[in-house]
């Protein structure tokens, strides 16, 4: 079996810079800010399944955080698949909002059993450069946020959504961002791909509060006016 470059480089990373890094391991506990009420909580892997992962996949071996809020939370799930997946659901993992695991690229058609499980109410969906390459998101990924009415906010956008000179209009939709940052918002930066939510920024106070971008700027700034067929729930 063989991996990218980066990944067998990690042990030697780790051997030459001895006390810039502390090692977690499952069931750890770290502040994010202190006084602040917000935990990070490493769910997933514990150190000792990593022969066992080996076997399953260098992406079943993505880190699965969960970040704590004073009354919500977020499942930040890397570039996990269903077979690693499946060891998630014996533990608690409800949360406000999901980072939906692998892109959106989900080859168990049950996707249901991920947003019954987590029970978000946001999900967001980090569409790559190549996503038109990787069928990124899957179609029926779409399909079940939109049965369950879960907010969908994608990084990009895809040929799903109605995109017809792609050209065109990432070079409108980096004027309305641009404009957007002007008057306050967060900024997008993209080498490539058309930006739909763009970078998206989330507040875990009581609850769930996206502040980037902002809904009425997402609906209809971006959505209404350049993805006549959009995927989204919002």
């Known amino acids: 079996m063989s991996f990218p470059k980066w990944p067998r480089r ?34 997933y892997p514990a150190y000792g399944e990593t022969p066992d992962l ?9 880190s699965i955080l969960r970040i704590n809020g004073p009354g919500c939370s977020a499942l930040l799930t890397g570039d996990i698949e269903p077979v690693g997946w499946q060891r998630l659901t014996k533990k608690d993992i409800q949360c406000s909002v999901l980072k939906f695991p692998h892109h959106g690229a989900w080859r168990d058609p049950n996707v249901g059993a991920i947003l019954d499980t987590v029970r978000p109410s946001t999900v967001i969906v980090s569409v790559g450069t190549e996503g038109h390459r990787y ?26 959504c109605g995109l017809i000179d792609e050209l065109a209009t990432r070079s409108a939709l980096m004027k309305d961002f641009t404009a957007d940052t002007v008057s306050g918002g967060y900024g ?11 970078t ?12 980037q ?22």
């Open 10 to 43: 990690t042990p030697i990373w780790r051997q030459r810079n001895t006390g810039r890094f502390h090692l977690l391991s499952e069931g750890e506990r770290v502040p994010l800010f202190e006084g602040a009420g917000q935990v990070i909580e490493v769910l």
């Open 54 to 62: 080996l076997g399953l996949g260098f992406n079943n071996m993505s």
């Open 135 to 160: 069928d990124h998101p899957n179609a029926h990924v779409f399909d079940a946020l939109s049965k369950r009415g879960i907010e969908l906010l994608c990084t990009q956008a895809t040929r799903r």
């Open 188 to 198: 997008v930066t993209s080498a490539t791909g058309c930006p739909c939510a763009g």
């Open 200 to 211: 998206v920024v989330i507040d875990l106070a009581d609850r769930p509060h996206v502040r």
């Open 213 to 234: 971008p902002s809904r009425a700027f997402h609906r209809d700034t971006i959505i209404k006016r350049y993805y006549p067929t959009h995927q989204c729930t919002f």
